[in-house]
């Protein structure tokens, strides 16, 4: 089983501010997703194989790595991206979440 | 507009059983894998099982294999989870997932509400 970890657990930061968070794979990863999941919510997805844009995200939002280390990036924090993200592979089965990075003010 | 709803979670007692089901629109149902991830009161994301867009093909995690069935009727639009043998550890939110496929992909590209499973005494 493929383990994710993320980093760092929690991101405080303002809004206008760069956010960058990080999701490292135990072993090389070819298929990575981004989700982002509000209070209360489900999942939506953001990136796909690792820096697809998903429809209807906003081009501040930008996703890379390749191998083991992957990227998430907020460009410009705005009110409503204050919320809990989570990487996911889908290389091998069974498909791995990892635990998530929670980006507050 | 893509749209799963689920329904029938609630409350058992440990070794009971429950049966989800996941209503589908907006989407060609029987052109998608279909999916279940579940997510425990306050942490973080489980796939559960998959099953391709024909129902031929299924996966399940580790820890529900043997005690959780996945199946779908594509002349309903419809998804269901059975769940035998319940454990407290089964408590979670349980999410009905659209594949982006018709194989089982692992691309989860559209996700319902989700509906609570409570497994106590």
């Known amino acids: 089983e493929i383990v994710l970890t993320q980093s760092p657990g929690t991101l405080s930061l303002s809004p206008g501010q760069r956010a960058t968070l990080s999701c490292r794979g135990s072993?090389?990863?070819?298929?990575l997703s981004w989700f982002q999941q509000k209070p209360g919510q489900a999942p939506r997805l953001l990136f796909y194989?690792?820096?697809r844009r998903a429809t209807g995200i906003p081009d501040r939002f930008s996703g890379s790595g390749s191998g083991t280390d992957f990227t998430l990036s907020i460009s410009r924090l705005e009110p409503e991206d204050f919320a809990l993200y989570y990487c996911?592979?889908?290389?091998?089965?069974?498909?791995?979440f990892g635990q998530g990075t929670k980006v507050e003010i | 507009e893509v749209q799963l709803f689920e329904s029938g979670g609630g409350l058992v007692q440990p070794g009971g059983s429950l049966r989800l089901s996941c209503a589908a629109s907006g989407i060609t149902f029987s052109d998608y894998a279909m999916t279940w991830v579940r997510q425990a009161p306050g942490k973080g994301l489980e796939w559960v099982s998959s099953i391709s867009a024909g129902g031929d093909s299924t996966s399940y995690a580790g820890s529900v294999k043997g005690r959780f069935t996945i199946s779908r009727d594509n002349s309903k639009n419809m998804m269901y989870l059975q769940m035998n043998s319940l454990r407290a550890g089964d408590t979670a939110v349980y999410y009905c997932?659209?594949?982006?496929?018709?194989?089982?992909?692992?691309?989860?590209?559209?996700w319902g509400q989700g509906t609570l499973v409570t497994v106590s005494s």
């Open positions: 194989g690792a820096s």
């Open positions: 997932v659209k594949d982006w496929a018709r194989y089982i992909s692992g691309l989860f590209d559209y």
């Open positions: 996911q592979q889908y290389d091998t089965s069974p498909w791995t």
């Open positions: 072993q090389t990863i070819t298929y």
